[in-house]
């Protein structure tokens, strides 16, 4: 079906900046034409336009009735090279940071507030510390310790010959075995970091507009406020992100007199702030931190073996140097954890500064301690025999408990600033970030579990880990099998809801069926195209039953992980064993779910290893997978430093500087059209721009999930108040949408000062029911695609332009590449 006939325009020049969303699209697609030129940008993001319309500003008579068409493709931040398929090792990670934007509301709750942001950081921190340990379980425990010191399993493996404890070479001391095995997980930390730093350059380092581009949105304040201490102290500066009353400044700044001075009612959404897209100085020192928590797990696990074997040995000499390293171990560990919850993010001014002294010394002075570490574990103990599994498995049920405590823990801060916010869509009543922060915890014990699992299994050949007493290793420690076990018992919970969400949207689709023939007034529809319009609209709305999942999800995460931790930390044992004489269907019950909950963890891996594989081979793979970080990735690194880069703010800068300078040039109307998580992006500019720019833009949404998915997830920065300010901020802004869209829907703004409801009816999807002499084949069910096609999109797009008020163009430059924003963009 081709797209509706154009409408006439009022006066002077009009573009119309297309955003795509997720999954991505060519620039071909976006403008319908096969010969595009790129205007500007480069190979990760740009904008494009027709080659007709390259130089469009300089014919004005021939777009009389119709906008220059430009479309911002910006998928290659997100899916672009082979090296995105590393981010899936990032997936917990960018889970985490998650739930650090899902906080409800907090207006008036400052210290909540902050807490709020310092708990979960510490869960990221324990996210990185729990991937470290398991590198560390299967390269120091599994390999060099149990493997190398067992005859049955070196013997089979000619590669671990020079380690092996029979053959009694100068590496097969287990603290030389420990040292060398140590660079695998060191070598994990430095990946990690060079991940981060690369992307850091790429994306954080990139500088939103400034006052003296003329192209920002008003400061917040009376100056910064924390300019005064220089060492930091923003606190955890969000704010409120409603567009309630805020303050200027940030919170850890209360105690300044400067502060109280400038201390101002304001009118500002998180979004809006100069400093919210720029989060360079909060990802550089987390960066920092991480990475020193990484080399001090791996020095820990190495030097705490030695340790402990130099306690109970008569060499006075290694047992005070294994004291003073296990202290400097732990102070080194006090410091981590004082740069991670010292400060928050300064969102209210533009901050440029960096905190050299964690961002360089922190790492360095980790590294340190882990040279050490290897050099004393290294040292010469003849007598030292690796039995068992190496000391110090306890730390997974220590990382455990202390992940579930801080869960528990955030939950009572979220439903604190809940019962302030009184956010009535907020999902999970304001447990959204907990929940999401539980999620982040158990895919991290999924991943880090099944590869100690999987070498476990490869090592020990026929044997289950664990259950053998004959095997050629104990296995890892009981706390991964006991999590593996209650594997199969999640999938059970969760199995009757499931169900019950499957018969409910059956049963709802029947009942949407008389509504389908009801709206299209067929005289003779055809039930058959009427049950398939109703399911598609029925299975719609799933996406608004998907909190309830999460919820049940994460509550029984909790609860079996609680149990996991216990049946470890009593029995001692794994689950088969544990339960070896309990008789009955107990015992053989307690192996099946054991065995299965092994398979499926380790099937999990090899499934989470092939889509890695494939997206580094695959660019089409690759771009589905993208579709994941499009929307994962949309949020800067608040709380994790190792998640996948926050392509918003490359992004936002982009379309802000974009339409400022063309604004500024033409002094035309501009219309920001935003489908899907493009429409995100389109809102957050808009937010960005100054206010005498924003009243010539007007913004068009479609497929949108502003308030069906981020106001609900995210209501302290797309809630209804932050939405119903951001259309008192604009000139015009409309919205279209389709009940059979799973992701897009109305973003519920009504009519306020002079402006209309924002969301027009429902769009009819398909256009027609069944066949007719317009329409001879049955038109498809579109869903979340194609609103361009409806015919009501080119009205309404019309309708936009015409309400905007053409202002009179800056002083003309020269612009020896024509005035199409090639050099002023």
Known sequence: MSPAPPAPYGEGPALELLVHGVGGATPQDMLKDPRTVRITGDDKAAVYRRADDAEAEQHPEEYTDRPVPEAYCWSNLTSGNGARALWLLLLPFMVANLAHWMRPRAKGSRRTTRLYGALVRLIALSLTVLLTAAACEVALDLLAWQCAGSAACSGERAWLGFLSAEQGGWWSQPGRRLALGAVVPAALVVLLWYLSNRTWSAYESQRPPTGDDGCVAEQDGAGDADDSDDSGGSGEAEGSGDGEEDYAGDADDADDPQYREARRPLLRPALGRPGFWYGRRLVARLRAAHTAAGFLTVAAAVAGAAARHDRSADDTLLKVCGVLLETALGLAGAAVLWVVLRRGRSERRLDTRLDWAAVRYLPAAALALLALALLYAAWSRPAWDSAATLPGDVTFRVIALVQGLLVVALAVAALRLHRRAHHPSAVLRGFG??????????LGGVMTGGVAQRVADWLDGPGSPGMDEHGAIPGPPVLLSWQAAVIPVLLIVLLLPTLALAVRTWLRGRRLAAVVEAEYGEDRPDPVRTRRIAGTRARAQLTD?????????????????????????????????????SGGLTEPTAEAAQALGSWLIGFGFILFVTMGRRAYRDASARRSIGILWDVGTFWPRAAHPFAPPCYAERAVPDLTWRMCTWTERSGGRLVISGHSQGSVLAAAAVWQLPAATRRRVALLTYGSPLERLYGRWFPAYFGSAALRELNSQIDCWRNLWRTTDPIGGPVLVPASNGHPDVDRDALKDPLVHGRSGRYPLPEPILGHSDYQADPSFAKERAHLLDRLTPAVPAQVRTAPQGSSGRSSA
């Open 433 to 442: 970030g907990p929940a999401v922060a539980m999620l982040a915890c158990a």
């Open 545 to 581: 039953s998907a909190p309830t999942l999460v919820g049940l999800l994460a509550g029984a995460t909790l609860l079996l992980g609680i149990g996991a931790v216990v049946g470890a930390w009593v029995s001692g044992e794994v689950p088969g064993r544990a339960f070896g004489d």
